[in-house]
């Protein structure tokens, strides 16, 4: 595999973000980024979910039989994420609170299956590791900013600190204003892609969990 | 497919699950007993929290709280003598079941109130853990637990754009008090 890691890391941050370029994983972009530490908590289980899953299955690649592949992938994510909801109700109980629900969740994301078996399950291990890494850190910065977005319009603040006075847009904290920011992010990143890197269009793959 | 690979597959299949299985055991082994532990503790922590002047709050009686989910009443005591109670209740949210401790004094009058655990809308129904919210219910007897839109000195105010998580905190807490008053009429050394 010639590409390099920082390439691989970029990728996964910008050329295939899985929020803003690949259209994945939108479901849970919108229900938990109604503020940054939402999503900086989230983007973190993520991160470290997904390093964990690539890292396994590209250890076992020749050792799943490809006819049961879905579901042992589905095994191991849910094994991770069980340890991650299991260790956080122990060690990091205020997170937990306001994470616990979503948690959970994390087996069903479609961006860790995707990546396990359209990257993981072809390639050797630290590029796994890697590719797992940078695409958790896209996803991510997705949910931060879109947390930060959110935050700022619908509440007046960012990260806890109040910045604006008056009446903020409460829409933005609603489902509603997850679908706007979203968009209006995607429609950002897209025109930035074509006018500098003269790229198509991303989120060609349709939206899944 | 053959007969044989129909059996490669299952070993293979099974073998993950077994491997998984062992993992999440031994995680489950070393963290369940941290949990509870910190969940004894932030109860501790919370009822203490309600009632300070307490010499202990223990454990008094259980009764059954709104969706058939077990209520509990704690009893405060100072002195040998009870100064009040902490009733720990569930109401019907906008969303979810909001778990909440009402603490009283031995004349029904509210002392204050905690959310335990909600999972209201973000932004508005999961403002009843606002801190304005939570301390109008402090000194009111049960005729003054009535939401109100709009500004009031007597009785509750509603949240705006929350007022089904305001009313169901509000009833909640309605509700925790005459769970009480049941009890100890069935109980009176309670």
Known sequence: MAVSYKKLILNGIFSENPVFRLALSLCPAVAVTTSVRNGFLMGIAVLCVMTMVNITVSILRNLINPKVRIPAYILIIATYVSITDMVMSA?????????????????VFAIIISRAELFASKNKVLPSAVDGFGMGLGFLGALVLV???????????IAGIHLTGGNPLLIMVLPTGGFFVIGLLMGLFNWIDQKYYGGRPGGVGGGHH | MGNKDIIKITLNLVAICALAGVILSVTWTITNPVKLEKEAEELQAALKGLIPQA????????FVSAGGKEGTIYKAVKGGKPIGYVVSAYTKGYSSFIKML??????????????????????????????????QFRGKT???????????????????????????????????????????AKDKAL
């Open chain 1, 91 to 107: 060690y990091s109980r205020a997170a937990y609170k306001e994470m616990g629900l979503y948690i959970q969740l994390i087996v």
């Open chain 1, 147 to 157: 947390g930060a977005v959110r935050e700022l319009i619908g509440k007046g603040s």
């Open chain 2, 55 to 62: 010499d202990a709050i223990n454990k008094a009686a259980t």
């Open chain 2, 102 to 135: 009402v603490a009283v004094d031995t004349d029904y009058r509210i002392i204050g109130i905690q959310i335990l655990s909600e999972q209201e809308t973000p932004g508005l129904g999961d403002n009843v853990d606002k801190k304005w919210f939570k301390d």
């Open chain 2, 142 to 184: 049960e005729d003054h637990l009535v939401v109100i839109k709009g500004e009031t000195n007597t009785d509750i105010q509603a949240i705006s754009g929350a007022t089904i998580s305001s009313r169901a905190v509000t009833n909640g807490v309605k509700a925790a008090v005459e769970a009480l008053r049941a009890e100890r």
